[in-house]
C-alpha cells in the first residue's frame, strides 16, 4: 500500500521550492498585479486621510514582490506621507528575500520596514503575553489564510486591529471559504480565479464587521 502524500508545509525548504515553481508557471502575480494596478486604489482611499503615518501590517509577506507593488499604490496616493509597514512572515529565506527586493527598489525613503519572523499565530500571541494592541490602517493577508488552523478566529484577531477607518484585505484563490463567509465579508472585487475581500471598519461600526452574522451561523 502506497504511503499517503505528505504536506509540503512540513517542509518549508521544499514547500518554497514548489510555490516558486508555482509561480513560475502560472498568472498568479499577473492576475494580482492587475488587481493592485485597477482597483486597489479605490480600497486604499481613505486608509490615510489627514494623518501623517499610515500603519500597515503584511500577514504573511513572503518574498515582498506584492507588497512592494501595494506600497507604491498607497505612496502615490498619499505622497510624502510616513509609512510604516510591518511584516509578518515565519520564512528566514523570504524575508531575506524581501530585504533584497527592498534593497533593490528606490523611492522608499520613506516607508519603515520591520519584519517579524513568526506564523499570524505566533505573532497573536506574543502580542497579547506583552499586552500590546497596536492599530493598523491597512491590514492585508493575501494567499495566507490556507495556513492557519483557525481561520474565523485569525480574521477576528486581525480585524479588531483595525483603526477607525482601516481595512482588512483578504485575497484568497477561488470562492470564499465558509468560514470566512461566517465573518460577514463583503466580496467586492473579484481576480479571475481569486476571490477578494475586504472588511471595512466605519467610525459609526467600531468593533463590529460590515455585516454581522446571526448568532447561530
Known amino acids: 500500500m502506497a504511503s499517503p502524500m505528505r504536506s509540503l508545509l ?4 521544499r514547500y518554497l521550492q514548489a510555490f516558486r515553481l508555482f509561480l513560475a508557471n502560472s498568472t498568479e502575480h499577473q492576475c494580482m498585479r492587475e488587481f493592485m494596478e485597477r482597483q486597489l486604489p479605490a480600497v486604499i482611499a481613505s486608509i490615510g486621510n489627514e494623518k501623517p503615518t499610515i500603519n500597515i501590517l503584511s500577514v504573511g509577506g513572503g518574498a ?3 507588497d512592494l507593488l501595494i506600497l507604491s499604490k498607497i505612496q502615490a496616493s498619499y505622497p510624502g506621507v510616513t509609512i510604516n509597514n510591518d511584516v509578518i512572515e515565519p520564512s528566514a529565506d523570504q524575508i531575506s528575500k524581501y530585504k533584497e527586493h527592498v534593497a533593490e527598489t528606490s523611492g522608499l525613503e520613506n516607508v519603515k520596514f ?3 519572523e513568526e506564523t499570524s499565530h505566533e505573532y497573536e ?3 497579547n503575553a506583552e499586552k500590546k494592541s497596536k492599530k493598523w490602517d491597512f491590514v492585508h493577508m ?3 489564510l490556507y495556513y492557519v488552523k483557525d481561520v474565523p478566529a485569525t480574521i477576528r484577531y486581525f480585524h479588531s486591529l483595525l ?3 482601516g481595512k482588512l ?8 471559504s465558509p468560514e470566512a463567509q461566517k465573518q460577514g465579508g463583503s466580496c467586492l472585487h473579484h481576480i479571475p480565479g481569486h476571490t ?5 471598519k466605519p467610525h459609526s461600526q467600531q468593533g463590529q464587521l460590515l455585516k454581522t452574522p446571526p448568532e447561530n451561523q
Open 125 to 127: 500571541s506574543r502580542m
Open 114 to 116: 520591520t519584519w517579524h
Open 196 to 200: 477578494s475581500q475586504i472588511w471595512k
Open 142 to 144: 493575501i494567499q495566507m
Open 10 to 13: 512540513t517542509n518549508p525548504t
Open 169 to 176: 484585505l483578504i485575497i484568497l484563490v477561488s470562492a470564499p
Open 64 to 66: 515582498g514582490e506584492i
Open 163 to 165: 483603526e477607525a477607518q
